[in-house]
């Protein structure tokens, strides 16, 4: 899938943060926001950096993970355009909790914690979405934990494919993701990962085309997923 915003004369456009300023206030916004592009497999920040900037998504995709003291990784999510990154530790003017790296070659937007606090002292509905956002983070980390208690990992890999699907409803989706990441998704090692996924290609429900994971029938994967089927 090709992920990035449309192309307009607004850069902001679609981002839901924004979405409630006036379009000469994200013209103004746009003005004070350095674009960035990442290589895929570049790191954007790690944990403990200086928490100094929000980047906003413009295109590709971007993993947020946690790294245990053993060098083991925990991806948390994927991010991909129109969301933002970085918003909780600009809030409470922390380090980063978290951190990143572009697993497509990405582009961004950074906007820095002084613009942003002058944005959201100005503008107090951005502080209304940027409290949604924080909300959103704390149910997704939940529902990621009570995942661990009652699915078993072939469910928490079903599960985490339609996550990453998002709300495509084409007939396939490409999603650009190794099985290592996958793993680190899922909580799993990576054999039992790649035995899930052969499971599910074995039922006609996905296939693998190299690096990438072909989706062929989500439902089903709702279904092993034990979510509820559109």
Partial sequence: M????PDSGDALAGVEMFAGL??????RVIAT??????RKGQILFVEHDPGESL???KRGAV???RTAPTGERAVLTVVRPPDVLGEVSLLDASTRSTSAEAI????????????FMDLVHSNPRILDAVMRSVGALIRRLTEQNTDHV??????????TLVRLAGESQAPMITI???QSQLAEMAGGSRQSVNQAIGSFASRGWLRTEGRRIVVTDLQALRRRAGMAVG
């Fill in 2 to 5: 090709d992920h990035r915003l």
């Fill in 150 to 159: 009652f699915l078993d990992l072939p469910g928490r890999v079903a599960k």
């Fill in 176 to 178: 650009e993701l190794n």
């Fill in 33 to 38: 926001a350095v674009p960035r592009n990442y």
């Fill in 22 to 27: 006036e379009p000469d206030v994200r013209q």
């Fill in 104 to 115: 497509e070659d990405s582009q961004a937007l950074t906007l820095s914690r002084a613009a």
């Fill in 55 to 57: 980047i906003i998504l």
């Fill in 63 to 65: 993993a947020i993970f």
